[in-house]
């Protein structure tokens, strides 16, 4: 299921494509148009073969290409088209065991997976003198898996102008139809829905700063158990808060600005998680900007992660993503500007434990390690 798919669940959008997010400020209406394009390239590290039961040790890779379009409509309106084109490649977890000498290891599935996405996103925003409201519609669709998302946002500021508040309503219906491939699966057809609310809030707090506060709730129904694993049967319902956090400092001497935020999560399957991330935004010259930065995550595992056995619980898994460990992420991004062109080039490393974690809990054998790239550019015309 792509909405457990690695990328997903471990990268940060934030250095892709500028896909559909509602602004943090309500901003006056483009001047001028903006298109974009990038490609990623995103690789897992082989599976230790001392770790490995049975199967291939080869990992995901995926390549993504990601378009943008952004246009003034009249003096009022924009629009935009985000469209993105994912190849997947590879193994993944099928189960996990336990051999007569007490190891646990990992059954993969064989290097057989390979699947194309493509995600379609359309957002109209309308701006009024102290705020903007927006509507975005969103289509996913792969070998076996369709979704469809629908999202209103607005965001206004205060008369002064030093405050802006903002939030979002946001839903998707989602229909699965698993194919089989050498790994049996036990269901044909189903579906699920979530419905999400965000609220939130910037303050500027002098010339050369400013904080953000976040706050969302997520509730999903339906179909959540992992169609492609074997030792996998959850909850029909998840219901999710986070609570985040954000602060921008310029520097003027040295010409660069202190990004650092916070992400507090929690959900009823007793999974807590924290993230912390750093960035330094350095102008080595007008036309060059280098951004060097840190993540650290932290989560507990889930009530019934389970590994080699099911025991009695009514529902278990040994999905290492809901599992307790600990993950650091290092990485640059350099961008380099010519008139009406940005360049970009990203590159990053992600390293996952279970000893790094703030919680206790079992340690997963299939913990997930990668490198991430990415090229692209944006360009500006009237």
């Not at 977890?93 to 997976?113: C, K, L």
């Not at 924290?274 to 036309?287: F, G, N, V």
């Amino acid at each position: 299921m792509r909405s457990n798919s690695p990328l997903l669940a471990l990268t940060s959008s934030a250095l892709l494509l500028p896909a559909y997010q509602p602004p943090v400020q309500a901003d006056a209406p483009p001047t001028e148009g903006e298109l974009g394009l990038r490609y990623s390239k995103y690789s897992e590290d082989d599976l230790h073969e001392g770790r490995l039961m049975r199967g291939d040790h080869e990992r995901y890779e995926i390549d993504i290409t990601q378009a943008h379009l952004l246009a003034p409509v009249g003096e009022n309106f924009s629009f935009a088209l985000d469209v993105q084109k994912e190849h997947m490649s590879g193994a993944s977890p099928w189960f996990v065991g336990v051999r007569g000498n007490g190891d646990i290891q990992v059954y993969m599935s064989g290097a057989s997976i390979s699947d194309t996405r493509t995600d379609i996103s359309v957002t109209t925003r309308y701006y009024f003198p102290r705020g903007n409201v927006g509507l975005n519609y969103a289509n996913s669709s792969e070998n076996d898996y369709k979704s469809d998302a629908l999202t209103v946002d607005a965001a206004w500021n205060s008369s002064d102008g030093q405050r802006s508040f903002r939030g979002a309503i946001s839903g998707s219906d989602d229909h699965l139809k698993p194919t089989e491939g050498r790994t049996p699966i036990q269901v044909e057809r189903e579906t699920r829905d979530m419905r999400s609310v965000f609220l939130g809030a910037s303050q500027i707090i002098s010339k050369q700063a400013i904080i953000q506060f976040g706050l969302s709730y997520t509730v999903l129904n339906g179909y959540l158990t992992d169609p492609y694993k074997r030792n996998d049967l959850r909850p029909d319902e998840r219901k999710q808060w986070a609570a985040s956090i954000a602060y921008r400092q310029f520097l003027p001497h040295p010409g660069a600005a202190l990004h650092l935020d916070y992400r507090f999560y929690d959900d009823d399957w007793g999974i807590n998680s924290h993230t912390l991330e750093a960035s330094w935004h350095q102008r080595i010259h007008p036309s060059l900007r280098l951004v060097p930065y840190a993540r650290y995550y932290s989560q507990s595992e889930a009530d019934f992660f389970t590994q080699g056995y099911r025991q009695s619980k009514r529902y278990y898994a040994d999905d290492y993503r809901l599992s307790s460990f600990g993950a650091l992420t290092l990485g640059a991004r350099m961008v380099v500007s010519l008139k009406d062109w940005d360049f970009t080039v990203v590159g990053e490393r992600y390293r996952s434990d279970n000893s790094w974690s703030l919680y206790s809990g079992d340690e997963s054998p299939a913990l997930v390690d990668f490198w991430r790239f990415s090229v692209g550019f944006n360009y500006s015309f009237n």
